[in-house]
């Protein structure tokens, strides 16, 4: 055991002046040891040296006192056998005074001297036990504005600064403990290497560790930009790009290398401790302004997978706070704080070095035309990873102005990958983050974007001038979730097991490399999605824009917001979600108080009402939870129309659309899963009493449509209707024209201008209606399920799947809404609204749904045709008709 006569012996060893020194820095120091009881790292009976990073008085000073209250021995002691009038050494040492920092590395005879003393007795030996010490690194406390300036960093100040800094931070003193090293275990191994060589090795390891547990506790050593900038320049990549320049363009390879460091400044982060504490001390005060609570979820798992492992945070991009919020959280819980990829849009005067300094670093929208810019920054990504840089990016490109996760961009995803098979030394680990807000700053932009306006381009001035306006507004609540974490080695394992073999090969792409990126894009997207938060504006959204004047009498909100909370509590989506505890009756009180929702008085019950404005921006919180209500909503649509199917034409259809919701929304099942989780959703809405179950459960029923489980249903049917209308604007469209009619563009503008049109005439409050985006994911969806390909000269040409998606729409969108889009997609084309009409009114081969007038007989015998047909079908794929002359895809 340690020797616990510690604090007398201690006492009388040191000198006077010493013992006097720790009683005046006594009060303005307070220690926090890591771990917390060091005694038991320590093998009993076996002399202790310990070693400190760097040479100081007030590092004895507090190492004497942090042994003392362990009850370890103390480093004031002369070392038993060694000749040594104490029992600790600094590995660098300082000269000079109060301003001295003429430093140079601490000679390696005290090592030697150790190693000396134990080859004359075999049986000796001597514990040499690491010990770091951090003043001011406790980012979970408030500090004052000037302590920031004297926290904790990579530089070695001199004694008036580090005075200052004890002073100023030292009640955040840590002293960190590492497992002892037996010297004479290293002598061993080391076989009959002379002692002045092994005191350089092991003054070498001794090195590594400090700066490994420096960087884990502050971040990496990234305090001189100039540092990396350097690197960057001399990197062979770089290099050869440097002459090719040169050469192309017949300038000196001195001014081609000067136009790469000047990218290189434009990209790099200037990291500055300082700095990011000063910014954390200023938005402590900002968030209390601003929003009523910053919660995280999930943050222990994230933080328990993150050792060992290059971090990158790929968080969901939904305002400019993202940034600052991550970084402020993950400060405050003791993370270092990533370097975050931001565009060079964001490079404002006076806003843009700050952010530079909180650890941005910037890029460009487009690398086309410029192959110096590519090879500098993928070089400088490079060195970020292999440095072992903590990284933060949004893979969707830009900030969602739906509120539903984008389709990924993979360009940062593929430079990380590459990055990692050149120089695999340390394994990539992806960490996904939703965050949710109750409101959001950009909100009315947003929406005006979507409607046609153009964006406004980011200026210092229009920042300052908006500031004003979000300072005198509050914002509710703020969730950042961490989702479940993608190890980038099994997916490169799966796509080549000798993926290794591309290490130290800067301009390897191998041809598998695109699709691990694809993978992995649709990976963290849908991890994102599975770590949703649902608060109480998601929920009132769902409900109140499912009807027609976004007012609901409070009797059924109250019963709504319950079956919607039962909902994603009885079928979970994730174990990662979480859902607000409040009750119906607080989350209606709480729309009120953020002012998304008006009561209007009535004497037979109070309504509660969403007006205009407020429902547009209400879209964007229903769609930020909308894959979570998917298969609900889909069962739901079947009844719309419906008042009876079968259980087995509700999953076949289902799985027929899934790949096209699943696009959508990032949906997390194959198809089967999704199949299971339909059959849970019909189990839910029968014992909720919303459908009806006979036939051994093979037969469905809603109730009236005057019933209020009717009504229950076709709300939660409508968050979804407005993707299937969608879907038939697309087909409709591309079935009137004709094959080889319209190139993929032609017909997203041709679908976006439809909708608008069709939102126009029925006063629809969702913007992302006719959202460009959404029509052109849908379209690449088709050509990926083959039902739609593009001819030799760009024109799209499509299979007699595309007459059944037609036919099959009958089962959920109204006749008059299909009328409706025909009519605008046609320009009032009334030969095809007339073929519309009649393919609706012919029998068809289709799963046959059950009108509201069917009696049993017909009920029986639909039933039985609907499972024959489908037996005709192969599980998630739509199968055309056999016609003469029927087209088929390419192979």
């Given at each position: ?42 093998k009993p009976g076996v002399p202790v040296c310990y070693v400190i990073e760097r040479d100081g008085f007030s590092d004895a000073l507090i190492l004497d006192r942090a042994c003392r209250e362990a009850g ?271 565009g060079v849009n964001l490079n404002l005067p006076v806003i843009g070095p700050i952010l530079r300094r909180g650890g941005a670093f910037f890029l460009r929208r487009s690398f086309k035309g410029n192959a ?206 979480t859902l607000t505890p409040l009750e119906p009756a607080a989350i209606i009180a709480y729309g009120e108080q953020m002012g998304w929702i008006r009561r209007v008085r009535h004497p037979q019950g109070d ?285």
């Amino acid at each position: 055991m340690p020797d616990m006569t510690a604090d007398s012996s201690a006492r009388s060893r040191a000198p006077w002046w010493f013992n006097l020194a720790g009683h005046l820095l006594e009060p303005w120091v307070r220690l926090r040891r890591d771990p917390a009881e060091p005694a038991g790292l320590l093998k009993p009976g076996v002399p202790v040296c310990y070693v400190i990073e760097r040479d100081g008085f007030s590092d004895a000073l507090i190492l004497d006192r942090a042994c003392r209250e362990a009850g370890l021995p103390s480093p004031m002691r002369p070392l038993p056998g060694a000749r040594r009038r104490r029992s600790v050494f600094a590995l660098v040492r300082r000269d000079g005074w109060l301003f001295g920092r003429n430093r140079h590395r601490a000679p390696n005879e005290t090592l030697g001297q150790l190693v000396r003393a134990l080859e004359g007795d075999p049986e000796r030996d001597i514990q040499i036990v690491p010990v770091s010490i951090y003043v001011g690194r406790a980012p979970a406390r408030e500090s004052g504005w000037f302590s920031v300036l004297f926290s904790e960093n990579w530089v070695m100040v001199g004694r008036f600064r580090r005075l200052l800094a004890l002073l100023l931070n030292g009640r955040d003193t840590v002293v960190h403990f590492s497992a002892p090293v037996s010297l004479r275990a290293v002598m061993e191994e080391s076989g009959a290497i002379p002692p002045p060589r092994l005191a350089r090795k092991v003054a070498r390891v001794l090195r590594t560790h400090f700066r490994r547990i420096r960087a884990a506790v502050i971040g990496p050593d990234l305090s001189h930009r100039r540092t990396v900038v350097d690197a960057v320049l001399n990197a062979e990549p770089v290099r050869n790009a440097i002459a090719a320049t040169a050469a192309k363009e017949n300038i000196s390879y001195a001014k081609a290398w000067r136009r790469a460091q000047k990218l290189m400044f434009e990209i790099a982060a200037d990291y500055s401790h300082p700095v990011v504490r000063s910014a954390s001390f200023l938005l402590s005060n900002f968030w209390n302004k601003l929003y009523d609570g910053i919660a995280m979820h999930h943050f222990d798992k994230a933080r328990a997978a993150a050792p060992g492992y290059e971090v990158v945070y790929v968080p969901s991009h939904r305002s400019h706070t993202d940034y600052l919020l991550l970084s402020y959280q993950l400060h405050v819980s003791g993370v270092v704080v990533p370097h975050i990829a931001a565009g060079v849009n964001l490079n404002l005067p006076v806003i843009g070095p700050i952010l530079r300094r909180g650890g941005a670093f910037f890029l460009r929208r487009s690398f086309k035309g410029n192959a110096l810019y590519s090879v500098v920054f993928n070089e400088y990504v490079a060195q970020l990873i292999d440095r072992g840089v903590p990284m933060e990016y949004f893979i969707e490109g830009g900030r969602s102005r739906t509120g539903r996760l984008l389709a990924p961009r993979a360009g940062m995803l593929a430079m990380t990958v590459r990055a990692f098979l050149r120089a695999p030394r340390r394994p990539v680990l992806f960490q996904p983050v939703y965050i949710g807000y109750e409101k959001l700053m950009e909100g009315k932009s947003y929406i005006g974007e979507l409607s046609g306006k153009p964006k406004e381009k980011e200026s210092l001035l229009g920042l300052l001038r908006g500031l004003g306006g979000v300072l005198r507004q509050r914002y509710g609540h703020v969730a950042l979730n961490f989702g479940e974490p993608i190890e980038l080695t099994p997916l490169l394992d799966q796509a080549s097991p000798d993926w290794r073999a591309y290490a130290g090969n800067p301009d390897a792409k191998p041809e598998w490399l695109s699709g691990v990126v694809d993978r992995l894009a649709e990976q963290i997207q849908v991890n994102i999605n599975r770590a949703a938060d649902v608060n109480p504006i998601n929920l009132l959204a769902l409900a109140l824009l499912a009807t027609p004047k976004h007012a609901m009498a409070e009797s059924d909100l109250l019963a709504q917001l319950e079956l919607t909370k039962a909902l994603v509590a009885e079928l979970p989506y994730s174990e990662r979600i979480t859902l607000t505890p409040l009750e119906p009756a607080a989350i209606i009180a709480y729309g009120e108080q953020m002012g998304w929702i008006r009561r209007v008085r009535h004497p037979q019950g109070d309504v509660l009402v969403a007006d205009d404005e407020p429902a547009v921006l209400l879209s964007y919180f229903r769609n930020n939870v909308l894959h979570l209500a998917a298969t609900a909503a889909w069962v739901a649509c079947c009844f719309l129309n419906n008042r009876r199917m079968s259980r087995a034409s509700v999953v076949r259809l289902g799985r027929i659309v899934y790949p096209f919701i699943q696009g959508e929304l990032f949906l997390p099942w194959d198809a089967e899963g999704f199949g299971a989780q339909m059959q849970a959703t019909i189990d839910f809405f029968v014992r909720r009493g919303l459908l009806e179950s006979s036939g051994e459960g093979r037969l469905l029923e809603r109730g009236p449509g005057q019933d209020d489980a009717a009504f229950q249903l076709k709300v939660i049917a409508r968050s979804l209707i407005q993707a299937f209308e969608r879907y038939y604007i697309a087909i409709a469209a591309l079935a009137k024209s004709g094959p080889h009619k319209l190139t993929a563009a032609e017909l997203e503008n041709a679908c976006a201008l439809t909708a608008q049109r069709l939102s126009l005439l029925n006063e629809q409050t969702a913007p992302e209606f006719f959202d460009k985006a959404l029509f052109r994911g849908f379209i690449q969806k088709l050509r990926e399920q083959r039902v739609v390909w593009t001819d030799e000269n760009g024109k799209l040409d499509y299979a007699e799947a595309l007459e059944d998606m037609v036919r099959d729409a009958r089962v959920i969108l109204s006749r008059e809404v299909r009328h409706s889009i025909l009519k605008i997609t046609g320009d009032g084309d009334r030969d095809a609204a007339r073929a519309e009409e009649a393919r609706a009114a012919a029998p068809q081969p289709a799963p046959a749904p059950l009108p509201d007038d069917a009696g049993s007989a017909d009920l029986h015998a639909r039933h039985v045709a609907a499972e024959r047909h489908a037996h005709a079908h192969e599980a998630g794929t739509v199968v055309a008709q056999e016609k003469p002359g029927g087209g088929e895809p390419p192979a």
